[in-house]
């Protein structure tokens, strides 16, 4: 329960001052968290994988992306002399608030964009009323990760930020030689345009988040690093590197058609990847394209740009769970969650999440804040989009946003890895999982995947084997792209004697709730298999569990049986149905419905879920499955109207086959 008013909550970001109110209600409580020398601040005590001076520092320099944006915009802000003081605490290596010099690849590296952006952005304000010991402390600071060692990621953007705040302030340890070889380095990244294909429109802008063999293209793809970055540069580097700047500025154009499909039409996201902690700092992209003064591309417009923004910080405006009591934010998605975390996640992580808030940076007088908010451009956008870069494919129908996915996969040992970028799906109203352990079901959360283990003695006998879930897909590809066959293919071998083949079709029909995947599977071996679909709110109407598999008591609203599992909850209604086609050679809808209660704080959305799934058994040789998954997300609290679109089962096309 909070503690007092909070000004986030409740918001109806409509207005310029409504988004300054929002983004200033996230300074406000760090206030008596903050050390005598204003450097520290010190909001919690789980851990990451840097030490206690880092994690400090974190929770410090994150919020200037907000600070800085808004004081930039015209607009003051009583608390920013804390920052002002703390620049030169945190810089001064004789203090007991010094933050310490970068070593290599360390995590005061990633810390350096925000202080850098901070002083690049508004050199009046946080550093030309230093004392001049302190400005010399500052730069020094700065100019410790120059010539380090750094990940040969986005990472390369902190010291170019910090190349850039040296400059900005004529300091002689700015290295125009060390941030040209960064900035060509992290034009590697950048992928070719696709060409247009059928009906689809060319797709161009992204950016790998690192070399070819890097498989990731997410969210840091956009808003948490590489867009934002680009445009940045271009803002401050306009007139030392007009044709660079000129270039980013493009790319922001081009990306934004794309980036619209990530989000639905009242707002929300589609969880995806890692680092969802940020939360919404997802609209980043399209909150520094005011910053940076880009007007998007015809046919969109200023106004389709505010609607983008400002919804979304409307979905987050009633997520009372995202904040701890003194209004400080947790660490989690919508609610405070360590599960779905990642090992550099520390208490102040989230306020990266302050990027969502560089839209202030362009004062009241700008185009974007005189335009009407307008909605959400469907006239402009398709229903399904394939997009090749991502390998994703965009389905907005039924009343339902989601992608489809096949192609990506952590390319280092992440937590949760698999689950963040391996499903088949990710939707912005049912979230997806991590698991909690592997020992059974509940606990591997095994949503929009299919999972198998080796029963090769009998299925009593298999315990002792972990169930395999896709990791990394490979002959993956877009088939059929601008066409009404277009799909995903992808395969996985979870065993030296198994391969599975998957097909992933989006719903055929405007009005459908209903995508399809098929699957061929080659096994050596007999196996245990179960296919999980969307996860839901694990509560019934009458505020019951769905599903208790501890006691066996249910509430009203699940059902299992051959062949189907259907979850009926206040979030909606999903499930899976075993479809019966002609390469099923007579098994298909021989698969158990079975409804998963999921462990606890598994879901990035609901701490309590259920997973409608499929289970059987696959035996050696080649075995067909085709599964049709349903959701349909519940409005104003109630699932109304499913019923009529759980009759409409689409059937597996002939060609397939």
Known sequence: MLLGTNDFLGNPFKTRDDVLKGCTALLDPLASHTSPGGALIDIGSTAAHYDAKAVALEAFARPLWGLASLLAGGDSYEGAERWIRGLASGTDPKGKEYWGGSMDKDQRMVEMSPLSFAIAMNPEVFYNNQSAEAKENICAFLQTCIGKRMPDTNWLWFRTFANLALRAVGSHFHDPAQMERDLLRLEEFQLPPHPAEGSDSASA???????EDVRQLDYYSSSFAIQPAQMIYARLAAKEDPERSERYKQRARDFLSDFFYYFIASGAAIPFGRSMVYRFAVIATASCMVLADIEPPAPLTWGHLKGLILRHLRYWNDAEGIFRSDSTLNVGYRFDCMNMTENYNAPGSPYWCMKAFLCLA?????????????PWPKDILALTKALPDPSHIM????????????????HYAMRHGPAKYCKFAYSSAFGFCCPTGDMDLGQLAPDSMLALRDASDGVESCDGETWRVRRNPIDSKIVGRGTDRVHLRAKWRPWKDVEVETWLLPPQDAESNWYLRVHRIQSGRRLESAEGGWTSYGQGADGRALIQSFSGVSSAGGTQKKALARAVTVEG?????????SKSNGKGGQRDGQIVQIDPNANVIFSRAVLP????????????????????????????GWEKGWDSVPQVPDWIA
């Open 613 to 640: 799934s499929l289970v059987g058994i696959i035996e050696p040789g080649e075995t067909w499955l085709a599964t049709a998954v349903f959701g349909k997300p519940a409005k104003n609290g109630q699932a109304e």
């Open 205 to 211: 802008g992204w950016s790998r988040d690192g070399p």
């Open 573 to 581: 209604a999903v499930g899976v149905l075993d479809v019966a086609f």
């Open 395 to 410: 389905c907005r129908q039924g009343d339902h946003t989601f992608l489809l996915s096949s192609g990506q996969a952590p």
């Open 362 to 374: 362009a004062p009241a007088s700008h185009p974007f804040w005189k335009s009407e908010e307008l």
